[in-house]
Nanobody, 130 residues
Framework: VQLQASGGGLARSGGSLRLSCVGLGFSLNDYHIGWFRQAPGKEREGVSCFSSSASSPYYADSVKGRFTMSRDSATNTVYLQMNSLEPEDTAVYYC????????????????????????WGQGTQVTVSS
């Protein structure tokens, strides 16, 4: 199980970026997916997630209303659209996947930032300038 994250870069405050996470050799439809980030000197934190059967993602309060997580089954890709970026969003962003059989959708949805994951992407740097 391998994940490949991309799409990071430099943006100005108020700008947008779209991150992508591709599943290599497996179907993301069979996994719960989460996005996390880690800023310099800080602990990793959850950003967004959705279960394999969820109709809507769960978002951290810090990004709610600005970030949108989505899935494209045709390309086996999960996206994180980030709008209205702020300097506080500067971090390395990671996608992570866990098999849906490991946690029920309801359990995962309420605990997605604190469960164990089977695979992590390599991280993509997002830098937002003021």
């Amino acid at each position: 199980v391998q994940l490949q994250a991309s799409g990071g870069g430099l943006a100005r405050s108020g700008g947008s970026l779209r991150l992508s996470c591709v599943g290599l050799g497996f179907s993301l439809n069979d996994y719960h997916i989460g996005w996390f980030r880690q800023a310099p000197g800080k602990e990793r934190e959850g950003v967004s997630c959705f279960s394999s059967s969820a109709s809507s993602p769960y978002y951290a309060d810090s990004v709610k209303g600005r970030f949108t997580m989505s899935r494209d089954s045709a390309t086996n890709t999960v996206y994180l659209q980030m709008n209205s970026l702020e300097p506080e969003d500067t971090a390395v962003y990671y996608c992570a996947a866990v098999r849906f059989r490991r946690y029920s959708s309801s359990y995962y949805y309420t605990r997605c930032f604190n469960v164990g994951y089977d695979a992590w992407g390599q991280g993509t740097q997002v830098t937002v300038s003021s």
